[in-house]
């Protein structure tokens, strides 16, 4: 099985992408391919705009990203949380690919595509007020976002110098996320 991985902030330093790597590790310990995207490959891409669409079709970012999903039998996103909703990147990334082309239908990177969210905030509520928001837009274009999420709270001091979480209890909650997706990928795809 494979699954994708990419975080909704370009920040070098990014807590977002420093859980999302610690989800990494809990599916490549369980011997699932991860595929991720980096940030900067989702800078590069253009912001959504129908006129650019229309003009020259999808850009070659936005296919290659569309194909990295198709790819996917589940995705885990790591959702930053500004004013209290979704990061300009990641609702860039979801508008991306779910255009329509040639290739590959508007619905077919997100529907029956088990994902699941996770978000890290330097704030008590660890971005949780964002994940309300994400999962109600991939829900939206039939995407099976699992039940179980996970928010970490208090990021700036949640990892020791080589990236792991300091408290085992946030590891467990990012485990049970990752058992959640792992079932639904098998529950949808009959895979693993």
Known sequence: MKVLCLSGSARAASFNTALLEVA??????????????????????????????????LPEQARALKASFHAADGIVWACPEYNGSVTPLLKNVIDWVSRPDDALPAPACFQRRPMALLAASPGGLGGLRGLRHVREILGNL??????????????????????????????????GVMDDLLFWMQAIHGKG
């Open 24 to 57: 990494a590790a809990e599916l490549a310990a369980r011997d699932i391919d991860v595929m991720r995207i980096a940030p900067s490959d989702l800078r590069a891409l253009p912001l959504m705009d129908q006129d650019l669409e229309s003009a020259s079709g």
């Open 142 to 175: 039939s995407a099976m976002v699992v039940p179980r999420q996970f928010a970490l709270a208090k990021a700036g001091d949640a990892f020791d110098a080589q990236g792991a979480l300091r408290d085992s209890k946030n590891q467990e909650a990012v485990a």
